[in-house]
């Protein structure tokens, strides 16, 4: 018997290739879409859980008081872990890093000297290998870090820095590293490199204790400039709210008392980190939060439901053109169980090649997952779970969208079956078909329509002026100050070069190249003093960037002790000063005193993200550390040429050049990841939703078989006869579009709240989405329903 | 005794108003009975070899079937009386077109739990009684109407049955196919002893029955 289904079944799906490949591709696509996204939010979701003791960790933060809003830090003082440690014997373990930030180290290999930059160095102390674990390769936990000369490697930096395969770890063992070309570190212990979801995001270890030698006052230091993360091992989960409230009695033993209002300590468990915003991301990590894997929870199940509902529906509009062979087989002694048995079977197999595709397609979307989210070093993985998964999703499928039109079919009056007066009704309405389609239209639209405002928003980054001008820029670091003027004339005599500045930073903070003060009249108390960025830059940056000058000038002179300062219009709106009143008066930042000589306009000091903020430029011999280096038009050749003068200049130390153009669309890295996200999006709910309306043509079509056949043996036009399939689900569509506009449009003003600087939303953005789905949509079906217009009439009228 | 019908109504109700497709029906038929049933379009013929056959129900009065009486049958033992008594003959062949003709033979004894072997000798029995063993691994799309109506006949016969129901057997064929086909019928009818009750327009066809029912309007005249 099974042999006869198999043979029917091969046989039926190969006489509709077109269907067949419709309903596997499309059920595919769901399922795979549906489990990307969910291995995606489980990785995102599951951040340090491999650590045996990751239910148990906190790491402690602070929140800081202050009357106009509290700030939430990530880092606590350098002496917190050890005083936690003397005065709460109930805490198992407490640790303490620092980074992690980026170092230089030399290597020589007997030959040659190499100098390397390594952005992700983490200064431990000894307890950190026995609170996270990490797969020691060599060396010994528990001392390898007890020596403050060593340094632990991850295999990757192993293999870089001493160019070994995997046997020859060994020899690496025990090698010295140069620590910016000073300090030498002995290599104690090589671990496995860390999966990508973990926050300890360290490509190399160095004891703590290095960190304190080398920086004796910041170590001992309450209050100030502090960089430390702490985490505590508390004996079991639940043991935190006590301890906080311990802690909020105790701090005042350590901190000045107007620091001890302020400041509370507070316990994050360490599963949290990950997804919490309040602290946002340590460096050179990224924070995922909750409501984001929610919402993507959500897509992901409706991507499913949706492609198991459409499955069901083409499978049922495709099984009523065998109701003559459920007549046959009945008339023929066939009983409603064999029929049901047989096309539950059918469909399985088409269910179970989906799902073999499925796997191909969910290893794909992995695949790209990580490389469109290198920057996030996402890795991705198709586990033996996840296949199994799939199926497990399968048998839902079966369930769901097998047995429905199986048990309908199978139902059929064989004299009713045999004469073709199955009426499509009979196989679930064609309203609720109808409501489905426009269902998944509507998130069709919305993704749609959103994706156009994302990426409208993108170019604005991009289009608005900025205030300063920002092409043909590039930046190269000033590694040693006695050379700056060498650097700068030898560059200077080259054709290719026309301008350079040296400061701080650019205009627009990027890359972190922002430094914050706090500014106030001489005669105002220090607490009145307001938040503004300064900015050191020499007589040239004005001109260079072409800021332009309300009032006053530019510096003449970089000096030790500043003495000038060029300020912009927001600073100036604080005092209640005009640009012209504002020269000649003084100001004081926590820096030091200097006097206004010119205000220029304001510029975007942030990125689109942010307002504009008070901004202060000095005219500070210190700090210049960036080269920003206008070049020609033949950028190549300039390029080479700084590449070559910095190397001469600057010899042992590692060459940077960056165009700030790279840079400054650097700070747009969320809302560039959310347009992918969209766009990816866009298009699983596009080819979702076309699948839908597929099946739902196909079934219009076959219910209005007879009639297109009456009208064109009546005289209609093959487009006119077109017109009537293509007015049904335009109106469709323009319901669907009614519903998801509206949507779209709160939560796109919700997201663009988040940017200072934004488009405004208005009706072409809306009405070009839902004119492009209108297109596709109108695309998808002329098939179907031309096919039906062009279709000899006799044909459909014959069969009564 | 194979089969009585006595007084058999069928009807339909549309807008509050009966129309009768079958009106008071009496027929007796008896084993090796070649009956031909004629009447135009429209007049109950099908609807008449639908209740016969049992693929459809009637509203009033008695049927019986070799002792059952079929209008107190559950659906369920109706269905299990036509499988193994009747075979049915349609006059568009209705074979299944992804099976070839041997497989179309074998569908029917598929779901009457035949062992695979004695399946085989049936079908090639059959194969070689109508003389379509060439065929036998063709698709119906492959054959001529008169050769599918053939395979239609032989997969009626599969089964063995009592009774064959054939509504306008020839319908589709030329009158030579017609010929062929109302042969086989007489000689299965005479050699046999299966009982055939046919749907014909043609006077040339009844005239291989033995006796004729005439309808009008559902009504037997
Ligand atoms: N289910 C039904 N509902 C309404 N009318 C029907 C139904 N089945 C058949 N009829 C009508 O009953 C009459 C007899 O049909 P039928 O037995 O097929 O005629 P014949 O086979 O003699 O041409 C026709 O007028 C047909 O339209
Ligand atoms: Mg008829």
Redesign the pocket.
């Known amino acids: 018997m099974f042999k006869n289904y198999i043979k029917i079944a091969w046989r039926t799906l190969l006489k509709n290739k077109l269907s067949s490949m419709i309903n596997i591709i499309g059920l595919s696509i769901g399922i795979s879409a549906c489990m990307a996204i969910l291995i995606f939010v489980r990785y995102e979701a599951t951040f340090d859980k491999h650590h045996s003791k990751a239910e148990k960790i906190y790491r402690v933060v602070q929140h800081n008081k202050l009357p106009d809003q509290t700030l939430y830090w990530d880092i606590t003082p350098y002496p917190l872990a050890e005083a936690l440690r003397n005065d709460f014997p109930e805490i198992e373990t407490v640790t303490q890093t620092m980074g992690p930030i980026g170092q230089e180290f030399t290597i020589n290999n007997g030959q040659e000297l190499k100098i390397y930059e390594e952005p992700r160095v983490l200064f431990v102390d000894t307890f950190f290998p026995k609170i996270f674990d990490f797969q020691w390769v060599l060396g010994d936990p528990e001392t390898a870090l007890e020596d403050i000369n060593s340094i632990v490697l991850t295999e990757d930096m192993a293999k870089k820095y001493f160019e070994v395969s995997n046997e020859d770890f060994d020899e690496v063992l025990g090698k010295t590293i140069l620590l910016n070309g000073k300090d030498p570190l002995l290599v104690s212990g090589i671990i496995k490199n860390l999966p990508g979801n973990s926050n300890q995001n360290f490509s190399m270890l160095i004891p703590y204790g290095f960190f304190k030698a080398q920086n004796p006052d910041h170590a001992l230091n309450w209050s100030g400039n502090h960089q430390g993360t702490t985490y505590v091992v508390l004996p079991n989960t639940g043991l935190e709210k006590s301890l906080e409230s311990k802690l909020a009695s105790w701090k005042k033993k350590y901190l000045k008392p107007e620091e001890d209002g302020r400041i509370s300590f507070m316990l994050q468990p360490l599963t949290d980190v990950h997804n919490e915003t309040a602290y946002g991301n340590s460096p050179g990590g990224y924070i995922m939060p909750f409501n984001i894997l929610y919402t993507l929870t959500i897509v992901a199940m409706f991507i499913l439901i949706i492609a198991i509902v459409n499955f069901a529906n083409l499978l049922t509009a495709q099984s009523t053109m065998r109701s003559k062979e459920v007549g046959i087989r009945k008339v023929l002694g066939g009983k409603r169980l064999d029929l049901i048995v047989q096309f539950i079977f059918e469909n399985s197999l088409v269910i179970l090649g989906s799902l073999v595709l499925s796997v191909a397609g969910l290893n794909f979307l992995l695949e790209q997952l990580n490389i469109n989210l290198m920057v996030i070093n996402m890795q991705l993985e198709l586990g033996l779970g996840h296949i199994g998964l799939i199926f497990i999703v399968g048998l839902l499928t079966i369930i769901l969208a097998a047995v429905y039109p199986a048990v309908v079919l199978s139902a059929f009056k064989p004299i009713r079956a045999l004469t073709n007066k199955i009426q499509f009704s009979e196989v679930g309405g064609i309203n609720v078909r109808q409501s489905l389609v426009a269902f998944q239209f509507v998130i069709v639209q919305l993704f749609v329509i959103a994706t156009i405002i994302v990426s409208l928003q993108m170019d604005y980054f991009k289009s608005e002026p900025m205030g300063f001008s920002s092409d043909a820029i590039v930046m190269t670091t000033v590694p040693n100050f006695e050379k700056l003027d060498v650097y700068k004339q030898t560059l200077l005599e080259n054709s290719t070069i026309s301008n350079m500045t040296m400061a701080s930073g650019p205009p627009m903070a990027v890359d972190g190249l922002q430094l914050g003060t706090r500014f106030r009249l001489p005669k105002q108390p220090p607490e009145e003093a307001l938040d503004a960025e300064i900015k050191v830059g020499d007589p040239n940056y004005v001109e260079f960037y072409g800021l332009e000058l309300l009032a006053g000038r530019s510096f003449t002179t970089n000096k030790e002790a500043f003495d000038e300062f060029i300020v912009n219009e927001t600073l100036l709106t604080s005092l209640g000063w005009s640009p012209q009143e504002a020269i000649g008066k003084k100001i004081e930042i926590n820096e030091g005193q200097a006097t206004i000589v010119g205000v220029v306009k304001d510029f975007h000091n942030n990125s689109f993200q942010r307002d504009i903020t008070p901004c202060i430029i000095m005219n500070w011999a210190y700090f210049q550390n960036q080269a920003f280096i206008k070049i020609g038009n033949n950028h190549t050749d300039a390029i080479a040429k700084i590449q070559e003068v910095w190397e001469n200049t600057f010899t042992g130390s590692v060459y940077h050049l960056k165009f700030l153009n790279d840079s400054i669309e650097n700070e747009y890295l969320l809302e560039k990841l959310i347009f992918k996200g969209f766009t990816i999006l866009s298009l699983i709910a596009i080819s979702i939703g076309c699948l839908g309306l597929i099946g739902l043509t196909s079934f219009m079509v076959s219910r209005r078989n007879k009639e297109i056949g009456i009208r064109k043996v009546l005289g209609a036009s093959i487009l006119q006869i077109f017109f009537i399939f293509s007015k049904e689900f335009t109106s469709l569509i323009i319901t669907a579009f009614v519903i998801a506009a509206p949507l779209v449009y709160y939560f796109s003003n919700l997201w663009l709240e988040n940017f200072a600087y934004r488009i405004e939303l208005s009706a072409w953005m809306f009405l070009s989405g839902g004119c492009l789905t209108l297109i596709v949509a109108m695309i998808t079906c002329s098939f179907q329903s031309l096919k039906s217009a062009l279709a000899n009439p006799v044909n459909a009228l014959r069969d009564e | 005794m194979l089969l009585k019908l006595n007084n058999i109504f069928k009807w339909?109700t549309t807008g509050g108003q009966r129309?009768f497709?079958l009106k008071d029906i009496n027929l007796e038929v008896q084993e090796g009975e070649f009956i031909s049933v004629m009447?135009p379009?429209?007049?109950?013929?099908?609807?008449l070899l639908n209740v016969i056959g049992m693929l459809d129900t009637f509203d009033e009065g008695e049927y019986n079937f070799l002792d059952e009486s079929v209008h107190t049958l559950k659906e369920k033992h109706r269905s299990n009386l036509y499988k193994e008594y009747i075979g049915f003959v349609f006059q568009s062949y209705h074979l299944l077109d992804e099976l070839t003709v041997q497989e179309n033979l074998e569908m029917p004894l598929l779901y009457k739990k035949y062992k695979g072997s004695e399946r085989k000798a049936m079908v090639a029995d059959m194969l070689d009684r109508f003389n379509i063993v060439g065929k036998k691994d063709l698709f119906p799309a492959q054959l001529s109407g008169g050769q599918q109506q053939l395979v239609g006949v032989a997969r009626a016969l599969i089964g063995k049955p009592k009774l064959i129901l054939a509504d306008e057997p020839t319908g589709n064929l030329n009158s030579q196919q017609s010929e062929e086909i109302m042969q086989l019928f007489q000689k299965l009818n005479k050699e046999d002893g299966v009982t055939i009750i046919q749907?014909t327009h043609s006077e040339m066809n009844a005239a291989y029955g033995s006796r004729i029912i005439n309808?009008l309007d559902g009504r037997k005249i």
């Open positions: 339909v129309i497709l009447g379009s429209g007049s109950g013929k099908s609807t749907v309808l």
